[in-house]
């Protein structure tokens, strides 16, 4: 899995990696996979013990669909709109909706991110390495549904996907990525 | 490398995206019909596995297709929630799936008739300018006559 091209989706703002393996880069396939019912009820399907535990209060896979497809809208949205007037408005730009990977892990250059879905307990993320305020290359992005990223393999290539980013923005080529995607 | 050579190697390197601006778009101009059809399209994935889980006909796709006596990748199509679906079709799952998935609200045939200087009626949901076409209730009624008494009643508004 190598990084093949990246894309300008917010000119001068907000970047996309592709991968050799995906017909679309990394942010149009997320708000893709996230309006798909078929690829929505597969994941759930097989992740069906997350959403019935106590932190999601066992939402039903119905309702965890239209409950997804419903706030990748408004966070298109959003983001969108931030990317843009983060142009010209100094304190709104990307970094407002960006937070670093890990609570108070703060880092000075290539900084791991992640922004998070609009409504209340979202379960989407994007993850993207920081440039700069209003300048982030997404490397990628997943329905999260427990608290931590170890635990999941889906979860665990976005990790690999962010490093890989990030070796390919400083080093101007990225590492090799020896595994398949699973979702 | 330097954050600024960075900046510029991305600035200069990459593409512009244009599928996912187009197709954001054409889902924030098409959001009314494709919302139904999202809806449209769990709902039937969702019959389909209670039917899988119950061993009842049609239980997949391709069993789908054979009972709308259409493509499965028509199906698929539909499972996809981006196809803008006639009410022939929905009607048609629905008797096949034995479920509903569309209503009226308060399905009758209502006259509306406004303040006088803005004249217009509404048939079958179709508005109507008084001053355009019509001069009176009788041109209008004449012109919507069904020679037999209609089974619902009309209702004029005030």
């Known amino acids: 899995m190598n990084i093949i091209d990246t894309f300008a989706i917010v000119k001068d703002s907000l970047y996309s990696v592709q991968y050799d393996t995906e017909d679309l880069n990394e942010f149009a396939k997320c708000f893709e996979l996230w309006n798909d019912p078929i690829h929505l009820r597969q994941f759930f399907e097989k992740n069906q013990k997350d959403l019935d535990n106590e932190f999601r209060n066992g939402i039903t896979i119905e309702e965890a669909i239209h409950k997804t497809r419903g706030d990748a809208g408004l966070f298109e949205e959003e983001l969108l709109c931030i990317a843009e007037t983060g142009k010209t408005e100094r304190y709104e730009t990307l970094s407002t909706l960006f937070e670093p990977l890990s609570k108070g892990f703060i880092e000075s250059e290539f900084e791991k991110d992640k922004a998070k879905g609009i409504k209340n307990r979202s379960w989407l993320r994007i993850y993207a390495i920081r440039i700069e305020a209003n300048l982030f290359v997404v490397s990628g992005g997943a329905i999260k549904l427990i608290r931590t990223m170890n635990d999941r393999d889906h979860l665990l290539l976005e990790l690999d996907k962010l490093e890989s980013t990030r070796s390919y923005l400083r080093d101007g080529s990225d590492e090799k990525l020896e595994f398949v995607e699973l979702i | ?158």
């Open chain 2, 1 to 158: 490398m330097s954050i600024d050579k960075i900046k510029n190697r991305i600035r200069e390197n990459s593409k512009q995206d244009s599928t996912w601006i187009e197709r954001a778009k054409s889902r924030r101009e098409n959001k009314a019909w494709l919302d139904i059809s999202f809806a449209i399209a769990v709902k039937i994935a969702s019959a389909l596995k209670a039917n899988k889980t119950a061993n009842v006909f049609p239980k997949t796709q391709k069993e789908l297709a054979k009972a709308m006596v259409c493509s499965p990748q028509y199906v698929n199509k539909l499972l996809r929630g981006t196809e803008n679906l006639q009410l022939e079709t929905i009607t048609k799952i629905e008797q096949i799936l034995d479920i509903n998935m569309i209503q009226v609200v308060d399905f009758e045939t209502i006259v509306q008739e406004q303040p006088e200087n803005s004249q217009t009626y509404t048939i079958f949901n179709k508005i109507i300018s008084g001053g355009e076409w019509y001069v009176n209730y009788k041109e209008l009624f004449e012109e919507y006559s069904y020679g037999i008494e209609p089974d619902i009643p009309f209702k004029s508004v005030a």
